[in-house]
């Protein structure tokens, strides 16, 4: 079966830069990647890594992903979404603005919005590319995450 999502290009950063927003496929948020997340991250928080803990003591009912994990995940939503060019060397740049407005119960589905706001050229080649980014909960009422994303990007796809 053929993606419905089009394939991006640098090409089609420039100018008339696609408008309405990509959305990826749904993706579990087990918790089994919440406990490696906190592992790597050295963080034992029971609130994401025990279970029995949180379900205990959490005033969210249960274990949670972590806000950073859900951060993390923005780039691999976003290649599904379709929103990084397929031919384009990126490199993370920051955010202007991130809210992590509602929490992730282990064993959700999320899937990521995305939406080009802006491109810039940049004076060294390439262009800075402002992407509006949201995380859902699959049934939930409120976003998980919104931030502003930056990145920079240019034509030369890695080999």
């Not at 923005?74 to 993370?92: F, Q």
């Not at 940049?122 to 049934?139: D, N, P, Y």
Request: glycine share 8%; aromatic share 8%; charged share 25%.
């Amino acid at each position: 079966m053929t993606d419905p999502r089009p394939e991006l290009h640098f090409a089609d950063l420039i100018g008339d830069w696609p408008r309405e927003p990509r959305l990826s496929d749904w993706m579990l948020v087990p918790q089994e990647d919440i406990n490696d997340f906190g592992r790597v991250t050295r963080d034992p928080d029971p609130n994401h890594v025990d279970p029995a803990w949180a379900r205990a003591h959490s005033r969210f009912g249960g274990p949670i992903a972590f806000g950073f994990q859900t951060l993390a995940l923005l780039t691999c939503l976003a290649k599904s979404a379709r929103v990084i060019p397929i031919d384009a060397d990126l490199v993370n740049y920051g955010f202007d603005r991130v809210r992590f407005t509602s929490p992730i119960p282990a064993g959700a589905q999320i899937r990521g919005r995305f939406t080009i706001k802006g491109v810039q050229c940049r004076s060294k080649g390439g262009v800075r590319v402002h992407i509006a980014a949201e995380v859902e909960v699959l049934g939930a009422d409120k976003l998980a995450l919104a931030a502003d994303w930056l990145a920079l990007m240019d034509g030369a796809a890695p080999s």
